[in-house]
């Protein structure tokens, strides 16, 4: 049976890929966000898939530790970028 | 559970994980696109939650799929224009930019095989639980976030704060929200408290279990965020040059405590063990106030109204 780890860690790996494909092709600004935020979860999960150690061991809490400030990071840019959007839609109405 | 049926969870949960993401990148209409994105943000948080990161899952719930969603939506809402009048890319584009990704994927997924037959618990796992019981708290990953790399999380509440600023000097807040029809506001009635006391129990219980500052600061803010939405201006938030003094808050009161180790030990954040578990405590109280309001403002999407009178007049 093929160990968890691996399977999340390839999934992130996969995640990662399409969040970089649809930031190259998607013209939208919004869509563009989401695939970086598809991105960030790809590369998050990577990184948690390492720290698993299977039911009985306890997983590596620094790797939680790392993600815990990217969410909380990745929101915070998310935001900017939003704001940045809606300020450059209203100078372009003008 | 067994093994299998376990492994049968597993597979349900990465078909689903790739099917809303492929979703929320190509789906035709944009506003269906975040609706996936938020859903695939709360498969995300049980994903979190199955890998024995429950920390994660409580955090990614409130903040990546709910807080996330709800200011996407609100940039929907702002957009005037149709959201599909963004030309599409060429058929060969999207075929070429694949190919080159694929390999990319490829490449990535043969380093990631390759390390993963060496791969054990790091030096750092076990040095981060030989010093738990001089951190002051039990959990591990409150710990290194609050004590071992305390240095890290006062860096990323400055950002947090940096990012309030670019949002708030970028334009003006979007106007309240009308009130929410009767069935809307009484769900909203209800929720309010149990986010408050959900919140306060989690940043208390981060000591020693699944929580913290983060997590409750982020179902504060949605609370918050749920307040505006139902145009329920009678919770009486508080007005908004105290969220601004409190979104300042957690950096000051980190900063000071930081300074305050430095003078007694020497080293910058350098908490004392005997002190520890009152100044983490201390830290997350007003990083979770800090992490609450600043949330609650980039929300709201600019700087207050009042301040467009004083536009212009730079002295005023």
């Known amino acids: ?44 999960l990577v990184l948690i898939a390492t720290a698993y150690f299977g039911p009985d061991q306890d997983p590596d809490p ?4 790392l993600v815990l400030t990217g969410i909380v990071v990745a929101v915070a840019a998310t935001a900017l970028a939003l704001a940045l959007l809606r300020a450059f839609e209203r100078s372009e109405d003008e | 559970m067994t093994p299998g049926a376990l492994l049968y969870l597993d ?13 929320a990148l190509y789906a035709r209409s944009l506003r269906h696109a975040v609706i996936l994105f938020i859903v695939f943000g709360l498969v995300v948080a049980l994903v979190w939650a199955r890998l024995r990161a429950p920390d994660i899952a409580l955090a990614e719930a409130a903040i990546g799929s709910g807080l996330a969603g709800a200011l996407l939506l609100a940039a929907l809402r702002d957009r005037r224009r149709g959201a599909e009048s963004a030309p599409r890319s060429p058929a060969w584009q999207v075929v ?6 694929a390999g990319l994927v490829l490449l990535l997924a043969w380093a990631f095989l390759d390390l993963q037959g060496e791969r054990a618990n790091g ?21 290194v976030l609050l004590n071992f790399r305390a ?13 309030l600023l670019g949002v708030m000097s970028l334009g003006p807040q979007r106007p309240p929200m009308d009130a929410a029809e009767p069935m809307a506001a009484g769900l909203i009635g209800w929720l309010i408290p149990l986010l408050i006391v959900a919140g306060s129990y989690l940043l208390w219980v981060g000591a020693h279990a699944p929580g913290g500052a983060f997590q409750a600061g982020a179902l504060l803010a949605a609370a918050a965020v749920l307040a505006d939405l139902g145009g329920r201006r009678e919770f009486r938030l508080p007005g908004q040059t ?75």
């Open chain 2, 123 to 143: 030096p750092l796992a076990d040095t981060v639980r030989a010093n738990l019981d001089v951190s002051g708290v039990s959990n591990p990953v409150t710990a």
């Open chain 2, 11 to 23: 597979l349900l949960m990465m078909g689903l994980m790739l099917v809303l993401a492929v979703g």
């Open chain 2, 242 to 316: 105290w969220l601004r003094l409190l979104a300042v808050a957690g950096c000051a009161v980190f900063t000071l405590v930081g300074l305050a180790a430095l003078i007694g030990s020497g080293v910058l954040l350098q908490l004392p063990p005997d002190w520890a578990g009152s100044l983490i405590l201390l830290i997350e109280l007003f990083a979770t106030a800090s992490i609450a309001s600043a949330l609650f403002l980039v929300y709201l999407g600019g700087h207050p109204p009042s301040w467009n009178s004083r536009e212009g007049h730079p002295d005023a």
């Open chain 1, 62 to 65: 620094i790797p939680h530790a």
């Open chain 1, 1 to 44: 049976m093929p160990d968890p780890a691996t399977l999340y860690g390839l999934l992130g790996i996969v995640l990662a890929g399409l969040g970089v494909h649809a930031a190259i092709v998607q013209r939208d600004s919004i869509r563009r966000l989401l695939a970086i935020n598809v991105m960030g979860v790809g590369v998050f």
């Open chain 2, 151 to 163: 240095y890290d999380t006062l860096l990323e509440l400055t950002v947090l704060l940096a990012a």
């Open chain 2, 96 to 101: 070429a930019v694949g190919a080159v990704v």
